[in-house]
């Protein structure tokens, strides 16, 4: 690739980040025939034995173009306090993004972050008096100084309303996700008559819209019918999902959305689709937070209501998820190198955000 840089690259990767960061790192150094030690500057945040804590960089960060990867949602990363050991929560791993950029201390050239799965993400609209923890994330971080937010799949595009100066790209895995599919289902077939996309919900729609219409299938959609009257664990409970669309019988079908959370959601439109008479079912989740275990997972797989959950390797999947058979990973590294390599080139990723040529162009490849 060429063009100037806009400064000297650094990538830092959070606690937590470690083995993603070191897979863009060595992409990178291809790419670039850099040194051994390529890009990577590693943060030395230490903890006081009362949790509070600090951020070192051993490194001058002066003209630097600085791109720090930032999972929130690593709870697999554990910090001492009060002799006790404790999982690191999003707040937990978000002050310690901040303190990494008040490191930097405005050295920088230019910070950018890049934060798979945004944080607060999910707390994004006032309904009453409660507050909105995602503008207020997005305000602070670019109040620090950081000039570009780079995440995946976000919830609510509208949360960049609370930052229209600064650069905020939420960027879809559509390619990614199709591809492994071609991967690891080899007798699939990405054709109308064999194959459907359905949106587990209406808030959905627009994620399986783009699959529909770059794979040229039917789309179908679940309704969810919710009390309330009633709020559970901060949310209306759900008391029935209504299908709309077209019949899936005989059909393989791909049930797209951005989290599964505790996953009960998604069985749900499995257990319904396969009384619809589907025949496979495939799950597209960007992120697979899975909350309450895998039990459910594995019992809904056991008794063949889901045949393949795909979900990123943009944050962290226990090793009891990854050694699950119903479980394929969709590795992102590569992407999010590219996008790395591009922005501190200062070059546009329009090409890198809408994958709908190298899309077609895998179609292309396997119709041949």
Known sequence: MDGALYGDLSV???????????????????WRNASENGFIIVPECKRFGTG????????SMRGHDAYIIADMYNYGVKYRMYGEEYPMSPDDH?????RIINAIAGKACRISVIMPMLYEARQD???????????IALQELVNMGVSNIV????????????????GFDSVQPTY?????????????????EHLMMISPDEGGMQRCMYYSSVLQLDLGMFYKRRDYTVVVNGKNPIVAHEYLGKSVKDKDVIIVDDIISSGESMLDVAYQLKTKGAKRIFIFASFGLFCEGLD???QAYADGYINKIFTTNLIYRTPELLSREWYSEVNMCKYVALLIDTLNRNQTTSHLLNPAERIQNLLNKIKE
Not at 12 to 30: A, D, H, K, P
Not at 94 to 98: G, T
Not at 151 to 166: E, K, R, W, Y
């Open 12 to 30: 830092i990767g959070m606690r937590g980040c470690e083995s993603f960061t070191e897979q863009v790192n060595n992409y990178l150094r291809e």
């Open 52 to 59: 509070e804590a600090k951020c070192i960089l051993h490194d």
């Open 94 to 98: 978000f002050q310690d993004l901040k």
């Open 125 to 135: 609209k006032r309904h009453m008096r409660e507050s909105l923890d995602c503008a």
């Open 151 to 166: 995440t995946f799949d976000v919830h609510n595009l509208g949360v960049q309303n609370a930052i229209p100066l600064s």
């Open 176 to 192: 990614q996700m199709i591809k492994a599919l071609v991967r690891t289902i080899p007798d699939i077939k990405l054709d109308s």
């Open 296 to 298: 459910k997972m594995d």
